[in-house]
């Protein structure tokens, strides 16, 4: 990175600090310099009407300086900066120059903007976990934006993740953002890839490695193994892979660094969960995510109305539907009787067992699409090997997936302390989030309060492990088809294996009487369930080859 650059870099950092007369400073000299820049280029004619791709502070480009500025005034959780870069943006179209606009609205294709939490209207606790956020990436996420409903839950989310990513430990900082591509590369998520080939460039990664994993060095690229087991069946994972890993010569990884490596592979795979199953839309200063033409008369881009932005929201269109009145009470009834049965009577070992594998049958027959299987593009499958391999040709074929019984390798009892002797201080974070989203709630359901939901988060939970093969004794699955119904399955199913294949019609059709905070809690669960289980088959081939 050449000095002018550094500099740079440097400049737009300092708008994360919480002292208002350093980040004024800051901001009044970023103001001077795009001015500056502005002046020796003059208007920009009509052929730059389309920014390139940029999500890192900018460089010398001047449409991805504006494209940043435009972010700022939109994204920043400081008033005075988003009021500063909006002011700037102004001055710069006085004088002929096309600024961009935001393509979209708001961080999720699937959620209104209105109903996401606004920057400028927080509480106190969001504001600071919002600039906390913001010094340590210098962006404020469409992730995040969405995650904002649950507070509680982001502030133990970025904690983890900004460990994993920037402080202390066992991997390079740009071997992580490597890792973060290529699990994120699995499921096609661009939107991750794009935000962590900008952080793998800005902490001096080499780009050639971006032109597709045969560039990166040998390590990495043996990793790809893993990666590509872990995200579609980790219950293929053996001893063996491990030992592949360990003793590769000259490029073999040390116990330390696999689980470092581990954690962020199931990190970014279940994130690309969670970022489809949101409709997380481009960041605005990224690709996609901006555009330097004038908006046209409807107002709309074709984007917005192909991402059905254009239309009223469906909660408002679907509540007078017969089909769903009542959804709520009947699945509250649901709860009350099972409970009641549980309290009556209990089933036999070998009657759960059989309702353990009759549900994990059943969940391999769901199916997550109806649409042919479409290969990834190009820019995305370069940064992984065997782009055929996933979950579902495996169960066409009949392969059934082993039971893997928790009582004898849990995360609890095993995987945590694996975890926290290899890679300090991981396996307690890593915990505190698990516990945090499974324990979430406000008790209420609905427009319903006072609703003890633990039964249901116990459900979607173990439906998801289930998927896995991974099996509780002491849970009796006949309580799954009984609170979760065929349109939450398929949800369900297509964001834990297939996250690239869900679709607005899909986030619409479960629970259409809940809030949008409730299906973003439902997403917090499926991405954290999907995680443990991947960690689980991980570190218990880790164990075997220990010992």
């Known amino acids: 990175m050449e000095v002018q650059d550094q500099e ?39 052929v730059a009407s389309l920014s390139p791709a940029s999500g890192s502070p900018p460089g010398n480009d001047l449409n991805d300086i504006l494209a940043h500025v435009l972010m700022l005034s939109r994204r920043c ?40 939490l606004q920057i400028s209207k927080v509480d106190s606790r969001t504001q600071s976990i919002f600039e906390d956020a913001f010094a340590a990436l210098g962006r404020l996420d469409n992730i995040s934006l969405v995650m904002g409903f ?17 402080m202390d430990g066992p991997l390079p900082l740009h071997y992580r953002h490597y890792i973060g591509i290529m699990a994120a590369a699995r499921h096609q998520c661009s939107y991750l890839v794009n935000l962590h080939v900008n952080d793998f460039l800005q902490v001096g990664g080499d780009p050639k490695w971006l032109n597709g994993l045969f560039e990166a060095p ?49 990190h970014y795979h279940s994130l690309a969960s969670f970022t489809f199953g949101c409709g997380i839309t481009p960041e605005i200063h990224c690709d996609g995510g901006h555009t330097f033409r004038p908006p046209s008369l409807s107002q709309y881009c074709v984007c917005d109305i192909a991402n059905g932005n254009g239309h009223a929201n469906h909660h408002d269109d679907l509540l007078g539907n017969q089909d769903m009145c009542g959804e709520v009470e009947v699945l509250m009834e649901r709860m009350k009787q099972l409970q009641e049965c549980r309290d009556d009577e209990e089933a036999s070992q070998e009657e759960m067992a059989t309702r353990f594998e009759r549900e994990k049958t059943e969940s391999m027959l769901v199916v997550t699409s109806e649409d042919e299987e479409s290969g990834p593009p190009r820019d995305i499958s370069r940064h992984f090997e065997d782009p055929s391999y996933g979950y579902k040709d495996f169960s066409r074929r009949g392969e059934q997936v082993p039971t893997f019984r928790a009582q004898d390798y849990s995360w609890e009892d095993h995987g945590f302390s ?27 359901m609905a427009t319903h309060k006072d609703v003890d939901t633990s039964m249901l988060r116990r459900a979607i939970w173990n439906y998801i492990h289930c998927m ?11 309580e799954i088809n009984q609170l979760l119904d065929r349109s939450f399955k398929i949800y369900i199913k ?54």
Not at 14 to 41: F, H, W, Y
Not at 235 to 260: D, F, P, Q, V
Request: hydrophobic share 35%.
């Open 8 to 46: 740079s870099v440097g400049r737009w950092d300092r708008l994360g600090t919480r002292d208002p007369s350093s980040r004024a400073d800051a901001i009044e000299n970023i103001c001077q310099e795009v001015m500056r820049k502005v002046e020796t280029i003059g208007p920009i004619p009509p």
């Open 77 to 116: 959780p400081f008033e005075d900066v988003r009021e500063r870069c909006s002011q700037l943006l102004r001055n710069i179209q006085d004088l002929g120059i096309r600024i961009p606009r935001p393509l979209g609205n708001g961080p999720s294709k699937f959620i209104p903007e209105k109903e996401i």
């Open 150 to 166: 649950h507070p509680q839950y982001l502030e133990s989310f970025l904690r983890t993740q900004h460990y994993l990513l920037q």
């Open 218 to 266: 040998q390590k990495l690229q043996q990793l790809g193994e893993l990666n590509k087991i872990l995200a579609h069946r980790p219950w293929l994972l053996t001893k063996e892979h491990i030992e592949g890993l360990l003793k590769a010569e000259e490029h073999s990884w040390s116990l330390a660094e696999l689980i470092h490596a581990v954690v962020l592979l199931t």
């Open 418 to 444: 694996l975890v926290n002797r290899l890679y300090p201080d991981v396996g307690q974070m890593l915990d505190e989030k698990f516990h945090m989203v499974y324990n979430l709630t406000y008790n209420t």
């Open 468 to 478: 896995f093969g991974i099996r509780y004794d002491d849970y009796d699955y006949g």
């Open 494 to 547: 297509t964001i834990v294996c297939s996250p690239e294949k869900t679709t607005k019609r899909m986030y619409e059709s479960f629970w259409r009487q809940f809030q949008h905070s409730e299906k973003v809690h439902v997403n917090l669960l499926l991405m954290e369930a999907r995680m443990q289980a991947e960690l689980l088959y991980a570190l218990r081939a880790i164990t075997r080859y220990m010992t």
